[in-house]
């Protein structure tokens, strides 16, 4: 079909042409001013963590490993920051699978630490601000710097997280069972094709992941935001694509 064609050449051009999409999107309701403002909360499943405004008309779910150092490309210099600013605008929400399967990868246990403080995090209501600091000071891959002492003392970069409630949960891997869940809703979504999970980091944009071929996309970031500036725009085009 003529949409498959169209929308290849728009994730393919965007790798090479670095389009700003910094235009304003019509109103959905008055601006987030801050990450501290924004919701976030758990979602049903007990697994995927939700932030922003749950009404937004583009949804993108990312699955992440907090010591994958593509992860933390995208993040600090890639999409990452197009996708912040359509948050706060409420046109776009965030929902995020965090996996640990690089734990028994690389070895060590940051990855399941890093996941289990998140989760602490979110139930003090600084999951957004803790998650930039997490890849902000993310450690070598190679180097299982997410530990206990590590991990607390970033939280103190976050004001009002450290207290003794989220100081034992991170000490005692409270939510173990969260990590636990949470990497194996990251191995179902690679499916069949995919046993061991997607890769990290992966996009699914309202329903649709970004393919392999264009998973560069997430590191560029005008090209993601151009992405997601056409999935805004053209929500129809983008569902019946086939990439």
């Avoid at 995208?74 to 605008?89: N, Y």
């Avoid at 607390?152 to 005692?172: H, I, K, W, Y």
Wanted: net charge negative; charged share 25%.
């Amino acid at each position: 079909m003529v949409r498959r064609g169209r929308w290849a050449v728009v994730c393919a051009a965007a790798l090479l042409v670095m389009v700003g999409c910094g235009q304003r999107q019509a109103q959905y309701g008055p601006d987030f001013t801050s990450a501290e403002e924004l919701p976030e909360k758990l979602s049903t499943n007990g697994i995927t963590i939700m932030v922003g405004d749950p009404d937004a008309p583009v949804t993108v779910h990312l699955y992440e490993d907090p010591r994958c150092p593509y992860c933390e490309e995208f993040e600090t210099t890639g999409g990452s920051s197009h996708l912040r600013e359509a948050v706060l605008d409420r046109w776009a929400r965030v929902e995020y699978t965090l996996a640990s399967f690089l734990d028994d990868r690389v070895g060590g246990s940051g990855s399941k630490k890093a996941v289990n403080a998140l989760r602490a995090a979110l139930e003090a209501g600084k999951f957004v601000e803790y998650h930039e600091v997490l890849y902000a000071n993310q450690p070598d891959e190679s180097v299982d710097g997410y530990t206990d002492a590590s991990l607390l003392e970033l939280a103190g970069q976050v004001e009002g997280l450290r207290g003794p409630e989220f100081d034992a949960a991170v000490r005692s891997m409270k939510y173990r069972s969260f990590v636990t869940s949470s990497q194996k809703a990251y191995e179902e979504a690679g499916g069949t094709q995919e046993p061991e999970g997607p890769g990290t980091p992966t996009a699914v944009i309202n329903g649709k992941r970004i393919p392999l071929e264009y998973n560069a996309l997430l590191l560029q970031s005008d090209a993601f935001a151009e992405l997601l500036q056409k999935v805004h725009d053209e929500p129809g085009e983008w569902q019946d694509t086939k990439l």
